[in-house]
């Protein structure tokens, strides 16, 4: 059973500086891996799509980066904001699930200072 | 495109009601899903459709009904609330290459 960890759970950074948040999972037969970002009390965006066939997708600040083979994605980001906050999600799609099922990691909840 | 949308934002029900949560999606996606959300156990996935008219069951199916009669609507029926369904749920969306939106979300407490 395809498994998502996400560590850490929280990370507080001074503004500025660049980061990254891990995601593994334990079965590299992925479809693709997405991240997303959740404000509280709010919805998900989406940041970055990967295909199981791509290294890496960049928007703006944001690079995210996958290894099949080690089971793991990471997202870097550049220059960190006070706006940065939020807590950030990657999911896989199941690729033995034809509605597109995403399995979620349980979040890193980023809080950058000013 | 006003991407995913649903209805109600909140919604407080007594044991044993029913109700249904609205999604609507205006981007002719083929995939939609309902997923819930709750504290400790992440986002697990209700229901899904593939397409109108086809609709299958995710992890969490139990007490939650679904039909998908036009490609832009898709919404979630409880039968007979309960506390264990107090949760905030996510309608989504997605593409060909799998991607996936999201709606806001509905804040369900059953009290």
């Known amino acids: 059973k395809q498994e998502v960890t996400q560590i850490p759970a929280a990370l507080s950074v001074p503004e500025g500086e660049n980061l990254v948040l891990n995601c593994s999972f334990t079965?590299?037969?992925?479809?693709?891996l997405q991240w997303f970002r959740q404000d509280p009390g709010k919805g998900l965006t989406s940041l970055l799509l990967?295909?199981?066939?791509?290294r890496e997708q960049t928007s703006g600040r944001l690079n995210a980066s996958l290894d099949k083979s080690s089971g793991r994605s990471t997202l870097y980001i550049a220059a960190s904001q006070p706006g940065d906050s939020a807590t950030y999600l990657c999911?896989?799609?199941?690729?033995?699930?034809?509605?597109?099922?995403?399995?979620f990691g349980q979040g890193t909840e980023l809080s950058v200072k000013p | 495109n006003a991407g995913v949308t649903q209805t109600p934002k909140f919604q407080v029900l007594k044991t044993g009601q029913s109700m249904t949560l609205q999604c609507a999606q205006d981007m002719n996606h083929e995939y939609m899903s309902w997923y819930r959300q709750d504290p400790g156990m992440g986002l697990r996935l209700i229901h899904y459709?593939?397409?109108?008219?086809?609709?299958d069951q995710g992890e969490v199916p139990n007490g939650y009904n679904v039909s998908r009669s036009t490609t832009e609507d898709f919404p979630l029926r409880l039968l007979s609330a309960a506390p264990s369904q107090t949760s905030v749920y996510f309608c989504?969306?997605?593409?060909?290459?799998?991607?996936?939106?999201f709606g806001p979300g509905t804040r369900l407490t059953v009290t």
């Open positions: 990967i295909q199981s066939s791509q």
């Open positions: 459709s593939v397409g109108a008219g086809i609709t």
């Open positions: 989504a969306s997605g593409t060909g290459s799998y991607e996936q939106y």
């Open positions: 999911a896989v799609r199941d690729p033995y699930n034809q509605g597109g099922k995403l399995i």
């Open positions: 079965d590299s037969a992925i479809y693709n």
